[in-house]
C-alpha cells in the first residue's frame, strides 16, 4: 500500500511517479523501514536507465531496444 500524496501534484500539472524495487530476491529481505535493510543495487541502475529512456524519448532519439534495455540494466536475474 502506497502514502504517497504525488496525485495531488498531478491534478495541477503533467507528471509520472514510477515505483523501482530496491529489495532482494529473498522474500525475507528486510524492508525499507528495517535497520537491517540493504538496497538491492542492481535497482539504481535500473531506476537511472529508465530516467535516461524517458529523456531520450522526450528529445527524440531512437529508444532502446527493450531487450537490450533490461538486460544492460540487471545483467542475469
Not at 21 to 26: H, I
Request: hydrophobic share 40%; charged share 20%; glycine share 10%.
Amino acid at each position: 500500500m502506497t502514502g504517497e500524496d504525488f496525485s495531488f501534484y498531478l491534478q495541477r500539472v503533467p507528471g509520472v511517479f514510477f515505483r523501482v524495487g530496491a529489495a532482494g530476491p529473498d522474500p525475507d529481505w528486510p524492508n525499507n523501514h528495517s535497520p537491517l535493510f540493504t538496497i538491492d543495487e542492481r535497482a539504481l541502475s535500473l531506476g537511472a536507465s529508465i530516467w535516461i529512456q524517458i529523456i531520450r524519448d522526450q528529445i527524440g532519439e531512437s529508444p532502446i531496444r527493450r531487450k537490450n534495455f533490461t538486460s544492460s540494466c540487471l545483467g542475469k536475474v
